[in-house]
């Protein structure tokens, strides 16, 4: 039972414009949700995060928005650069009692930023 | 500087031969997980431990073993190892229970023939 899901394994946008990545969730008791960023023979890196009480947060480039209602998290990266080509992981977690800490990840998109 | 280190970084083994990847933080993090990367599936997570001598099963820790005999130390242990387990693993630490201070180590490519 896939939890978290992305949908499409890959994406490729020109260099400047805008990238979209999509991440949807089926547990509803998720209230915190982070997108990793991995390049090859690297270990996965913390890229930003929002919790449930919000449905944006921005962070330079760096935008991820929240839908509750249609349990759906999206990360816009605007503008895009080559240096952004990686696979993205989009994670959830549920924090309070009895929350052991995991994170649920989905299954990646590859992102190639074509210059 | 912050890290968490794996050992081996790459490993070719035969099917049964026991193996034990090694994991270490500097960061004296209470939270340690193990996690394993396949095609189409993302990140699963093995074990985790909240703290020294307290592990628990993850999503999938059919096959593996751990131990959190130290605050720092985390070590994965394959008794008897299966083609299935061909994997990347990553051992993860973090300090607290939100993902955004987890610290990812470099990766383990394992490879059981």
């Known amino acids: 039972d896939q939890q978290v899901k992305q949908n499409s394994p890959s994406l490729s946008v020109q260099e400047g414009r805008i990238s979209i990545l999509n991440c949807d969730y089926t547990?509803?008791?998720?209230?915190?949700f982070l997108w990793y960023k991995k390049y090859p023979a690297e270990g996965p890196t913390f890229l930003i995060s929002i919790s449930s009480i919000k449905d944006k947060n921005e962070d330079g480039r760096f935008t991820v928005f929240l839908n509750k209602s249609a349990k759906h998290l999206s990360l816009h990266i605007v503008p895009s650069q080559p240096g952004d080509s990686a696979v993205y992981f989009c994670a959830a977690s549920r924090y309070g009692s009895g929350n052991t800490g995991k994170l649920i990840f989905g299954q990646g998109t590859t992102l190639q930023v074509k210059p | 500087e912050a890290q968490v280190t794996q050992n081996p970084r790459y490993l070719i083994t035969v099917t049964g031969k026991k193996l034990t990847v090694t994991c270490s933080q500097n960061?004296?993090?209470?939270?340690m997980s193990w996690y394993r990367q396949d095609p189409g599936l993302g990140l699963r997570q093995i074990y985790y431990s909240m703290n020294v001598e307290v592990t628990d099963k993850g999503d999938v820790p059919e096959g593996y073993k751990v131990s959190r005999k130290e605050k720092r130390n985390f070590p994965l242990i394959l008794e008897s190892p299966s083609p299935n387990q061909t994997s990347l693993y990553f051992c993860?630490?973090?300090?607290?229970?939100?993902?955004?201070?987890?610290?990812f180590g470099e990766g383990s490519w394992l490879t059981v023939v």
């Open positions: 547990n509803s008791m998720f209230d915190y």
């Open positions: 993860a630490s973090r300090t607290d229970s939100h993902g955004n201070t987890i610290y």
């Open positions: 960061m004296n993090h209470e939270y």
